[in-house]
């Protein structure tokens, strides 16, 4: 396969060729190169699908059973030479085509800013220093960083690799992970063949690597495969899709109906055709929902733009459904629930404990033995103590304009922030020498470990890891005398003394004679190491995230914290945010043992869950959900990906979460913090409580105005509203008014419920009554000012007038009504209102008065002037139902409060 003649077919060439060819240095670029680079080369980035065009935009409103059977109208009354009823069903047609071009757009403005959100970032190594940058931003002979869980930022050749491995499928299908090292392979190689290579977008399934950029944007593999990556999401859940397809069958359904009718009308009863057409047209719009399913989608999209700016980025739309339905959250503990601000707070030797002072990740500050300060001169145990601790680290501590900053993991800046105290070395202590290999830090067998080189040539190992893997992996301890046997159980005591405060406890190791050779492997570590000591850090909870707890036990959903720090250190962190069980805690060990049956009857009860390594979380999402719950899971790394994906909502950290975390979940949260899923599931329940109120709201206007005309039918009486005022109540202020509703706030007691249950019907019986009561109250209202017109003998058009006001009105009140299902709607909180309600109840008052008033409307919809006084009733009549209506949601809602209080 070709590539631009500019980039280099690295593959073959070795590392010293390759970085030739690229013109990088293992230092990485200097940033003026690299602003070159960019303007030679352009973006890394693939070229957007390409958008479907305005106009194409705009004439697809058009495909729409309603709108053929309106333009179907438009041609039958023109053949008919009813001019006006033309216009205005085509006029209408237009607007409300407008109306969903606008929407739709802004639903994809949503989508799109969404998407933006979720850019990747790449680790880089520039004027020598690591830094983060946008992979936007990645030029041909960067060196990138990479490690498991990475989506590859462009096509790289290795410079360096450990136990390296990606997942390739998207490029040659095979979807069993590739062995890589940086070692050159043949210039013909197939691209599944080529192991020096990492290919943009592809994964990074095991191991960290070093890589040259060989080729970025439409020059990486997978910018040959055009139209890759075209797919778009459309703003859609099941829920919303089932009332999609429930309209469009209840429209053939009323369809079929209104063409019986105009066959019985014409046929049997003799009817004119054309009044009678227009009787059915009338029926047709007034059954139709047509407003439903656009209104939903916006209630969607309000919801997706409200979650987003609470941080949480919803990546899968359905989530926002089963978000509000979440019973139970598992969540991580470091970072969502702990600020994952770390620092050195004590050291234990096995002389004697230490405390470490200090601010931040600043690499200043005082050691001390009980009120004494101390130094690594009178005690050299600490410099092996920092020695260690800056070695085996990967973090970057960097001096920012106002405080210290680190690239890289939390806990590892905190220790390299130690050992520039101890050391007194500043940000990069005991810079001499070079690490010859590593194993990386894996939530599996949580340890770390490198092979230094020290100035002197000589070799050392340091490692850094869980105590009990650690103490387990000791033969002798440092002690003042040199080195002792070690002695295990007092260790073990140490640790659950730190952990008891909620510190989280590493163990420290050394093993000085180094074996020959410059591989390391887990063989040199057991039964070969030496034991510094214990390093305790704080992590202090977030109060956010206290706060947070308690919100959710209120809203009846469960925390659980799933962490793979040490028992006594969630014990204590999980004591400190409030949850409900810190008396039991589940270790991976305990989980180990138990079949499915044991483990969901305990992870019921339990709430703290320590030492779990990412198949535990499956295990325990599993069997939470084998009791009925309905689960949320949090996750960062690679292995946590099976688990996210079997939870009910997937969850993300979007800052130390890696990709491959933030593509098997539902939701990312932009800030990892547990305070934001909180957030995500009230606007899930507000979202899932909007439907309803759209849904509730609708159903009775087109019901009401249905039964109005087919029972003027049948009586053999004039229509009370004609077709055109349908169209005008239905798409204008229909849509209106039921916008408002998508973006209403959540009713105060949205979390003091409890969780609905996973499969409950969207509408409980109370509910459907509702609908249908409210209907009934409609067609009351509307027959009964049209009768009331006729009777005190107004023409004709008046009494349509008045009915189409009064059902106008009618709507306006249910609104008032529906925006609280749950609470009362007659109090002066409910009724007071939002602002976006009551601009459009003016929009549509306004548009009430224009069509009743002024004379070039009139014309077109055949109304006429109301009087003041009936304009007054009209209004009582809104009023009255009202009262009606919320007496009844009142005496139902008492009724069943006092049956649960028996
Ligand atoms: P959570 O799952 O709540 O985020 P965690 O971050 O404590 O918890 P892991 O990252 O799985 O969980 O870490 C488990 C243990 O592994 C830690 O308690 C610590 O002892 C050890 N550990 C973590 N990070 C490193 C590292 N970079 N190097 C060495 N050991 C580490």
């Known amino acids: 396969m070709a590539t631009d003649p500019q980039l280099p077919e690295t593959h073959a060439l070795t590392v010293q060729d390759a970085l030739t060819a690229t013109g990088a240095s293992p230092d990485g670029l200097a940033s003026d190169e690299v602003r070159r680079r960019l303007a030679t080369y352009g973006p890394n980035r693939l070229p957007e699908p390409p958008k479907r065009s305005a106009l194409l935009r ?64 790449s680790a880089v190594l520039r004027d020598g220093a690591r830094q983060s940058v946008d992979a936007d931003d990645l030029v041909p002979g960067d060196i990138v960083l990479v490690e498991a869980g990475d989506r590859v930022p462009a096509d790289l050749r290795l410079i360096e690799a450990r136990g390296l491995k990606a997942e390739e499928a998207i490029l040659t299908g095979e979807s069993v992970p590739v062995e890589k090292s940086s070692g050159p392979v043949a210039a013909d190689a197939a691209l599944g063949d080529r192991t020096s290579m990492l290919f943009s977008g592809t994964l990074v399934a095991a191991g960290t690597a070093r890589g040259v950029v060989a080729a970025t944007g439409v020059h990486t593999q997978i910018g040959h495969i055009s139209g890759m990556l075209a797919e778009v999401e459309t703003l859609t859940t099941p829920l919303v899709r089932q009332m999609d397809v429930f309209a469009r069958w209840l429209s053939i359904f009323i369809l079929l109906l209104a063409a019986l009718l105009l066959a019985y009308g014409y046929f049997v009863d003799h009817r004119g055709f054309a ?60 970072g969502t629930l702990t600020r994952n601000e770390m620092m050195v707070a004590a050291l234990a030797s096995s002389d004697a404990i230490y405390t470490v002072d200090g601010d931040g990740y600043s690499p200043e500050g005082v050691i001390q033995v009980g009120h004494e300060t101390v130094d690594a001169a009178s005690h050299p145990i600490l410099a092996e ?26 806990m590892e800046g905190a220790l390299m922030a130690f050992a520039g105290k101890v050391s007194g070395e500043g940000a990069r202590p005991f810079a001499g020498g070079r690490r010859l290999d590593a194993i990386p830090f894996d939530a599996a067998h949580r340890y770390m470990a490198v092979l230094h080189e020290e100035t002197d040539g000589s070799a050392t190992i340091y490692v850094k890891g869980a105590p009990e893997v650690l103490i387990a992996m000791c033969a002798d301890q440092l002690c003042a005398a040199g080195t002792a046997p070690i002695d295990p159980s007092a260790w073990h005591e140490t640790v659950e003394r730190l952990a008891e405060n909620g510190q989280r406890v590493l163990a420290l190791a050394v093993r000085r004679a180094a074996p020959d050779g410059e591989a390391l492997d887990p063989g040199h570590l057991a039964h070969h190491l030496t034991l510094i000591g214990l390093v ?17 036990h209120a809203a009846g959903i469960r925390v659980k914290m ?22 039991s805690v589940l270790t991976g060990a305990d989980i180990e043992v138990m079949n499915d049956a044991e483990l969901s009857e305990a992870a019921l009860v339990t709430d703290v869950f320590a030492r779990t390594s990412p198949a535990h979380k499956l295990r325990l999402v599993t069997a939470l959900q084998a009791r009925g719950l309905t689960v949320a899971m949090t996750g960062d790394g690679v292995n946590d990906a099976p688990a996210l994906k079997r939870a009910d909502a997937g969850i993300a950290m979007g800052q130390k979460g890696s990709e491959a975390a933030k593509e098997a979940a539902e939701l990312v949260l932009a800030d990892d913090n547990f305070a934001s899923i909180v957030a995500a599931v009230r606007e899930g329940r507000t979202v899932y409580d909007n439907i309803k109120k759209v849904i509730i709201w609708t159903l009775p206007t087109n019901a009401g105005e249905a039964m109005t005309i087919v029972i003027a039918l049948f009586i053999g009486m004039s229509l009370p509203i004609t077709a055109v005022q349908i169209l005008w109540v239905n798409l204008i202020t229909g849509v209106t008014l039921g916008v408002a509703l998508a973006f209403e706030p959540s009713e105060p007691n949205t979390m003091r419920r409890p969780p609905r249950a996973r499969h409950a019907p969207l509408l409980d019986g109370g509910q459907i009554w509702s609908i249908a009561l409210a209907s009934a109250f409609f067609l009351c209202g509307v027959f009964g000012i049209y009768v009331y017109a006729l009777g005190q003998g107004y023409p004709l058009a008046l009494a349509q007038t008045m009915a189409m006001n009064t059902l106008v009105v009618l709507e306006i ?31 549509v008052t306004l548009g009430q008065f224009l069509i009743t008033y002024l004379p070039p409307m009139q014309t077109l919809f055949g109304t006429t002037a ?15 139902y009202l009262a009606l209506i919320e007496t009844d949601k009142q005496m139902r809602l008492a009724f069943r409060r006092s049956v649960e209080a028996v």
């Not at 047709?284 to 939903?296: D, Q």
């Open 536 to 552: 305790g850090l704080i992590d202090p909870p977030r109060p956010e995230a206290i706060a947070a707890v308690a919100e959710c």
């Open 813 to 843: 009140f249910h609104l008032f009504f529906v925006r609280n299902i749950y609470g009362a709607s007659l109090r002066w909180d409910a009724a007071r209102g939002t602002k976006v309600v009551w601009l459009c109840v003016v929009v």
């Open 562 to 583: 799933i962490t793979g720090d040490h028992s006594a250190t969630a014990r204590a962190i999980g004591a400190m945010i409030g949850l409900t069980n810190t008396d």
């Open 58 to 121: 705009f004439v697809s409103q058009f495909h729409n059973v309603l709108i053929y059977v309106l333009l179907g109208s438009a041609v039958v009354t023109a053949a008919l030479a009813h001019w006006i009823d033309t216009g205005v069903i085509l006029a209408v047609v237009i607007v409300n085509a407008l109306i969903g071009y606008i929407q739709e757009g802004r639903a994809e403005e949503a989508m799109a800013a969404i998407r933006g959100m979720l850019a990747p970032h």
């Open 385 to 410: 103590f920092a020695r260690a601790a800056a070695l085996c680290n990967d973090a970057v501590l960097a001096q920012g304009e106002t405080d210290w900053r680190i690239e890289g993991d939390p």
């Open 275 to 334: 009044e009678f057409f227009m009787a059915v047209v009338g029926l047709s719009v007034a059954a139709i929902p047509e407003g439903l399913p656009a209104v939903l989608t916006i209630t969607l999209a309000v919801g997706v733009q409200a979650m987003a700016r609470r941080n949480a980025i919803v990546r899968r739309l359905p989530a926002i459904e089963t978000l509000g339905s979440v019973s139970v959250i598992c969540s991580d503990k470091t």
């Open 866 to 880: 109301v009087p003041f006084f009936d304009g007054v009733l009209i209004v009582a009549v809104g009023a009255v």
